[in-house]
Protein backbone atom coordinates (compact mmCIF):
# COMPACT_ATOMS: atom_id res chain seq x y z
CA UNK A 1 0.00 0.00 0.00
CA UNK A 2 1.23 3.32 -0.76
CA UNK A 3 1.87 6.29 1.90
CA UNK A 4 2.80 9.84 1.85
CA UNK A 5 4.66 11.40 4.88
CA UNK A 6 4.86 15.50 5.29
CA UNK A 7 7.84 15.93 7.96
CA UNK A 8 6.25 19.14 9.45
CA UNK A 9 3.35 19.44 11.21
CA UNK A 10 3.33 23.25 11.92
CA UNK A 11 5.42 25.55 10.42
CA UNK A 12 5.22 29.45 11.39
CA UNK A 13 7.31 32.08 9.88
CA UNK A 14 6.80 36.23 8.75
CA UNK A 15 5.98 37.69 5.77
CA UNK A 16 8.37 37.32 3.21
CA UNK A 17 10.20 34.30 4.31
CA UNK A 18 11.05 31.44 2.22
CA UNK A 19 8.76 28.23 2.78
CA UNK A 20 9.33 24.84 2.18
CA UNK A 21 7.21 21.96 3.29
CA UNK A 22 8.55 18.51 2.68
CA UNK A 23 6.70 15.12 0.93
CA UNK A 24 7.94 12.03 0.71
CA UNK A 25 5.96 8.96 -0.61
CA UNK A 26 5.81 5.14 -0.41
CA UNK A 27 5.37 3.42 -3.97
CA UNK A 28 7.62 1.99 -5.98
CA UNK A 29 5.41 1.92 -8.91
CA UNK A 30 4.62 5.65 -11.46
CA UNK A 31 2.51 8.06 -9.49
CA UNK A 32 0.63 10.97 -10.22
CA UNK A 33 1.51 13.65 -6.94
CA UNK A 34 -0.44 16.46 -6.23
CA UNK A 35 -0.56 19.77 -3.44
CA UNK A 36 -3.78 21.01 -1.61
CA UNK A 37 -4.28 23.84 -0.06
CA UNK A 38 -6.89 24.23 2.06
CA UNK A 39 -8.04 28.38 3.58
CA UNK A 40 -9.61 28.37 7.36
CA UNK A 41 -13.27 27.10 6.57
CA UNK A 42 -13.00 26.33 3.34
CA UNK A 43 -12.55 23.12 0.85
CA UNK A 44 -9.28 21.73 -0.63
CA UNK A 45 -8.00 23.76 -3.89
CA UNK A 46 -5.52 22.12 -6.21
CA UNK A 47 -2.43 24.28 -5.71
CA UNK A 48 0.26 22.22 -8.38
CA UNK A 49 0.20 18.66 -10.35
CA UNK A 50 2.73 16.87 -11.49
CA UNK A 51 2.30 13.70 -13.90
CA UNK A 52 6.08 13.63 -16.08
CA UNK A 53 7.79 15.75 -17.66
CA UNK A 54 9.80 18.80 -16.13
CA UNK A 55 10.33 17.71 -12.86
CA UNK A 56 9.77 21.00 -11.25
CA UNK A 57 6.15 22.16 -11.73
CA UNK A 58 4.83 25.54 -11.13
CA UNK A 59 1.31 26.28 -9.76
CA UNK A 60 -1.00 28.75 -8.34
CA UNK A 61 -0.29 31.39 -6.53
CA UNK A 62 3.88 31.52 -6.65
CA UNK A 63 4.05 27.96 -5.67
CA UNK A 64 6.60 25.49 -7.27
CA UNK A 65 7.17 21.55 -6.01
CA UNK A 66 10.01 19.55 -7.69
CA UNK A 67 9.77 15.88 -8.30
CA UNK A 68 12.62 13.76 -7.07
CA UNK A 69 12.20 10.25 -8.23
CA UNK A 70 15.43 8.88 -6.54
CA UNK A 71 14.45 10.63 -3.13
CA UNK A 72 10.71 9.47 -3.83
CA UNK A 73 10.05 13.01 -2.85
CA UNK A 74 7.98 16.19 -3.95
CA UNK A 75 8.88 18.93 -2.25
CA UNK A 76 6.54 22.38 -2.11
CA UNK A 77 8.55 25.77 -2.02
CA UNK A 78 7.34 29.25 -2.42
CA UNK A 79 10.33 31.80 -2.12
CA UNK A 80 8.27 34.85 -0.56
CA UNK A 81 5.28 33.72 1.60
CA UNK A 82 1.86 36.16 2.45
CA UNK A 83 -0.25 35.97 5.08
CA UNK A 84 -2.85 35.59 2.80
CA UNK A 85 -0.51 31.83 2.52
CA UNK A 86 -1.71 30.57 5.93
CA UNK A 87 -3.35 27.99 5.40
CA UNK A 88 -2.74 23.81 5.32
CA UNK A 89 -1.32 22.17 2.95
CA UNK A 90 -2.04 18.57 2.13
CA UNK A 91 0.34 16.47 -0.20
CA UNK A 92 -1.68 13.25 -2.16
CA UNK A 93 -0.33 11.02 -4.59
CA UNK A 94 -2.13 8.43 -7.22
CA UNK A 95 -1.34 5.35 -8.00
CA UNK A 96 -1.71 5.48 -12.31
CA UNK A 97 -1.47 1.33 -12.69
CA UNK A 98 -4.58 1.35 -10.19
CA UNK A 99 -8.36 1.82 -11.48
CA UNK A 100 -10.12 5.01 -10.58
CA UNK A 101 -8.69 7.77 -8.84
CA UNK A 102 -7.77 6.76 -5.46
CA UNK A 103 -5.64 9.57 -3.44
CA UNK A 104 -3.46 9.02 -0.68
CA UNK A 105 -3.19 12.00 1.46
CA UNK A 106 -0.06 13.06 3.75
CA UNK A 107 -1.09 14.13 7.06
CA UNK A 108 -0.70 17.47 6.64
CA UNK A 109 1.27 20.86 7.56
CA UNK A 110 -0.36 23.77 8.82
CA UNK A 111 1.44 26.90 8.33
CA UNK A 112 1.20 30.01 9.52
CA UNK A 113 2.39 33.36 8.11
CA UNK A 114 2.69 36.58 10.71
CA UNK A 115 2.27 39.82 9.28
CA UNK B 1 -21.17 25.22 -12.94
CA UNK B 2 -21.88 24.46 -9.33
CA UNK B 3 -18.92 22.17 -8.92
CA UNK B 4 -19.49 19.67 -6.02
CA UNK B 5 -22.12 20.40 -3.66
CA UNK B 6 -22.42 18.61 -0.01
CA UNK B 7 -25.24 18.87 2.35
CA UNK B 8 -25.60 19.62 5.72
CA UNK B 9 -22.68 22.18 6.05
CA UNK B 10 -23.12 21.12 9.74
CA UNK B 11 -24.80 18.23 11.71
CA UNK B 12 -24.52 16.96 15.15
CA UNK B 13 -26.05 13.88 15.32
CA UNK B 14 -26.49 11.39 18.84
CA UNK B 15 -24.79 8.29 19.09
CA UNK B 16 -26.58 5.25 17.80
CA UNK B 17 -28.91 7.65 14.98
CA UNK B 18 -28.43 7.54 11.68
CA UNK B 19 -28.44 10.17 8.42
CA UNK B 20 -26.98 10.52 5.07
CA UNK B 21 -24.51 13.17 3.89
CA UNK B 22 -24.94 14.19 0.73
CA UNK B 23 -22.88 15.09 -2.53
CA UNK B 24 -23.95 16.24 -5.56
CA UNK B 25 -21.33 17.60 -9.09
CA UNK B 26 -22.12 19.02 -12.52
CA UNK B 27 -19.31 18.08 -14.23
CA UNK B 28 -20.60 14.45 -15.51
CA UNK B 29 -17.56 12.96 -13.75
CA UNK B 30 -17.91 9.20 -13.58
CA UNK B 31 -15.42 9.05 -10.31
CA UNK B 32 -16.84 10.14 -7.01
CA UNK B 33 -14.91 9.14 -3.39
CA UNK B 34 -16.01 10.62 0.17
CA UNK B 35 -13.17 11.29 2.58
CA UNK B 36 -12.93 11.63 6.16
CA UNK B 37 -10.30 14.59 7.87
CA UNK B 38 -8.88 14.47 10.91
CA UNK B 39 -6.22 16.20 12.76
CA UNK B 40 -3.20 15.11 11.85
CA UNK B 41 -4.16 12.38 9.86
CA UNK B 42 -4.86 13.94 6.75
CA UNK B 43 -7.68 12.69 4.40
CA UNK B 44 -8.74 9.41 4.21
CA UNK B 45 -11.12 7.50 1.57
CA UNK B 46 -13.77 5.93 3.50
CA UNK B 47 -15.64 4.72 -0.60
CA UNK B 48 -15.22 5.44 -4.25
CA UNK B 49 -17.08 4.79 -6.98
CA UNK B 50 -16.35 4.80 -10.70
CA UNK B 51 -19.47 5.19 -12.45
CA UNK B 52 -22.84 4.89 -11.51
CA UNK B 53 -23.73 1.65 -10.03
CA UNK B 54 -20.52 0.69 -8.86
CA UNK B 55 -18.88 1.28 -5.28
CA UNK B 56 -16.00 0.03 -3.58
CA UNK B 57 -14.37 0.28 -0.15
CA UNK B 58 -11.52 2.49 0.69
CA UNK B 59 -9.52 2.64 3.58
CA UNK B 60 -11.58 3.58 6.43
CA UNK B 61 -15.19 2.34 5.31
CA UNK B 62 -16.33 0.44 8.42
CA UNK B 63 -20.07 2.15 9.82
CA UNK B 64 -20.59 4.25 6.37
CA UNK B 65 -22.67 2.51 3.26
CA UNK B 66 -22.76 4.08 -0.05
CA UNK B 67 -24.73 3.66 -3.49
CA UNK B 68 -24.70 5.54 -6.65
CA UNK B 69 -27.70 5.01 -8.68
CA UNK B 70 -27.03 8.06 -11.11
CA UNK B 71 -23.63 9.85 -12.12
CA UNK B 72 -24.15 13.07 -9.99
CA UNK B 73 -25.07 11.83 -6.52
CA UNK B 74 -23.26 10.30 -4.23
CA UNK B 75 -24.52 9.62 -0.56
CA UNK B 76 -22.93 8.60 2.71
CA UNK B 77 -24.86 6.98 4.85
CA UNK B 78 -23.67 6.45 8.91
CA UNK B 79 -25.68 3.71 9.84
CA UNK B 80 -25.39 4.14 13.93
CA UNK B 81 -23.35 7.11 14.57
CA UNK B 82 -20.34 6.99 16.99
CA UNK B 83 -18.19 9.62 18.60
CA UNK B 84 -15.33 8.23 16.68
CA UNK B 85 -17.20 9.27 13.32
CA UNK B 86 -16.77 12.86 14.30
CA UNK B 87 -15.05 14.60 11.90
CA UNK B 88 -15.09 16.41 8.41
CA UNK B 89 -16.23 14.67 5.61
CA UNK B 90 -15.67 15.71 1.99
CA UNK B 91 -16.89 14.35 -1.38
CA UNK B 92 -14.71 14.45 -4.40
CA UNK B 93 -15.41 13.80 -8.15
CA UNK B 94 -12.56 13.64 -10.80
CA UNK B 95 -12.47 13.45 -14.38
CA UNK B 96 -8.85 11.57 -15.45
CA UNK B 97 -6.84 12.34 -12.68
CA UNK B 98 -7.52 15.88 -11.24
CA UNK B 99 -9.87 15.98 -8.03
CA UNK B 100 -12.78 18.52 -7.49
CA UNK B 101 -13.93 18.99 -3.58
CA UNK B 102 -16.92 19.85 -2.06
CA UNK B 103 -16.62 22.33 0.86
CA UNK B 104 -17.17 20.11 3.01
CA UNK B 105 -19.54 18.45 5.85
CA UNK B 106 -18.42 19.03 9.99
CA UNK B 107 -19.70 16.13 11.81
CA UNK B 108 -19.97 15.90 15.32
CA UNK B 109 -21.33 12.93 17.20
CA UNK B 110 -22.26 13.53 20.63
Known amino acids: AQSVSQHNHHVILSEAASLELGCNYS??????LFWYVQYPGQHLQLLLK??????LVKGIKGFEAEFIKSKFSFNLRKPSVQWSDTAEYFC?????????????FGGGTRVLVKP | NAGVTQTPKFQVLKTGQSMTLQCAQD?????MSWYRQDPGMGLRLIHY???????DQGEVPNGYNVSRSTTEDFPLRLLSAAPSQTSVYFC?????????FGQGTRLTVV
Open chain 2, 27 to 31: MNHEY
Open chain 1, 27 to 32: YGGTVN
Open chain 2, 49 to 55: SVGAGIT
Open chain 1, 92 to 104: AVNNREAAGNKLT
Open chain 2, 92 to 100: ASSYGVEAF
Open chain 1, 50 to 55: YFSGDP
